[in-house]
């Protein structure tokens, strides 16, 4: 048991000491520290959330009246709202129109709006026909709040001149809520809740990303660190003096758990970075305004996502350290593991692309298949009710797929580490595997 420790030992000091890992934890801490602070560095960069000041004429001619009218409509609307992304600014009548578009050529020189409404004859619509005239081209978001804010100033109109009450328009605008929570429609299945709630729901959603992400992450991250290691001490012929002095078994599960060490320090590392660029002020402020609650989280929920990891970890690695020691020299290493890295990919993308379809067929059939289960499993948990009876299923395919690939990877590790040279045929493999009881 000793040597198994000193082989944990020797490949945790191993990695946290090369420069490889150091920069490479650096690197990803910055990506997300930027990535999370991204929407603040944008708002900085543009200023926040700007109100665009757009001019008219406030005249009192009586062939203009229609138009100045209306500008006093639109700028009565928008001062209503709460978070107005447009202001009407009134500008002086200096008699001719000639005289007017120079004041409000003047006013955008002067930054004082972005752009002028210039009105004409009255139209079908109920208002005088309007253009918009600024500096930039393709302004078309800026009539479209234009004419969706003359739509309401129209329904309003409408509405009062058919002889409503205050209390009828209001009751008119008020906004209809329907709240909505998932249930399990299988009673007496075994279901893992009553139902998630919207914000349950939300909640859950950003877990099973992570998650996801998460152990996608530590499955190709370690996975690949096992591989080269084990290849690059077979091409060294260090391995000849550590199979003298530790059995191949616990050499390589000595060395699955020491990277397991790593990748868990690497991820504590990671989510402290998470941590602490959110709860900066500004950050801290956005969720807020969010209504993140995470205490909304199921714990039943967490269990399974620990559980799903470690197995999903523990699969794919013992599966790497296999093909690892059946290669001599780290350039054939890429094609070597590449069966193993798209299995991860495929489980990884099916649960990615089916966030928004979690009930589908491919995702209830790829829940009970070992290579994919880690992923899908956790999509449908996190996102649906699926029977008690499923997940147990899933897990107990897991579990015993997991024996078999140890059971295996250990015969091939066993043989694989003291062939050199060329990759050696699945006849002398299977030979040489036959001859060691593991």
């Known amino acids: 048991m000793n040597s198994f420790w000193t082989v944990v030992g020797f490949t945790v000091k191993n990695k946290l000491r090369g420069k490889a890992f150091l920069i490479t934890t650096i690197i990803i801490a910055l990506i997300m520290s930027i990535g999370i602070n991204l929407p603040y560095i944008f708002s900085q960069f543009g200023g926040g959330d700007k109100v665009t000041n757009i001019g008219y004429i406030q005249s009192k001619q009586a062939e203009l009246a229609q138009g100045s009218a209306t500008g006093d409509q639109l700028k009565a609307f928008f001062e209503a709202q709460e978070n107005p992304g447009l202001m009407l600014v009134p500008f002086e009548d200096k008699g001719s129109a000639g005289a007017n578009e120079q004041q409000l050529k003047k006013a955008i020189a002067d930054k004082q709006i972005k752009g002028y409404l ?118 060294s012929r260090v391995m000849e003096i550590l199979i003298t002095s530790v059995s191949p078994l616990k050499q390589m599960f000595g060395k699955i758990f020491g990277m397991f060490v790593v990748v868990v320090l690497q991820i504590a590392i990671y989510v402290v970075v998470i941590i602490g660029n959110i709860s900066m002020p500004h950050n801290n402020m956005a969720l807020g305004n969010l209504n993140i609650d995470l205490s909304n989280i199921d714990p039943a929920l967490l269990a399974y996502a620990v559980l799903f990891f470690l197995t999903g970890f523990f699969l794919f690695a013992t599966l790497f350290a296999a093909v690892g020691s059946l290669v001599s020299r780290t350039e054939d290493l890429g094609q070597a593991v590449m069966p193993i890295t798209i299995l991860s990919l495929a489980g990884f993308y099916i649960s990615i692309f089916s966030i928004s379809t979690p009930d589908s067929t491919l995702v209830k059939v790829t829940s009970f298949i070992p290579f994919f289960s880690p992923f899908v499993m956790m999509l449908r948990l996190g996102l649906t009710d699926p029977p008690v009876w499923q997940v147990i299923t899933s897990i107990g395919i897991l579990l015993v797929t997991i024996y078999v690939a140890v059971w295996i990877s250990a015969k091939i590790y066993r043989t694989g580490v003291l062939m050199y040279g060329k990759r050696p045929s699945w006849k002398e493999l299977r030979k040489a595997m036959k001859a060691y009881k593991v």
């Not at 709630?197 to 950003?206: D, H, K, L, R």
């Open 118 to 235: 210039e009105f004409g004859e009255m139209s079908v619509s109920g208002f005088p026909e309007m253009t918009y005239k600024s500096e930039k081209l393709m302004e078309f978001e800026m009539t479209s709040s234009l004419q969706g804010a003359l739509q309401m100033i129209r329904q309003s109109t409408i509405l009062q001149n058919a002889g409503l009450t205050e209390e009828q328009l209001a009751l008119l605008n008020a906004p209809i809520d329907i709240d909505t929570v998932q249930i399990s429609a299988a009673e007496g299945a075994g279901s893992l809740g009553d139902g998630k709630s919207p914000e349950e729901q939300a909640v859950n959603m950003g877990l099973i990303y992570f998650i996801i992400i998460l152990l996608f992450m530590a499955v190709m991250i370690s996975g690949q660190m096992i591989a080269s290691e084990i290849t690059a001490e077979k091409s």
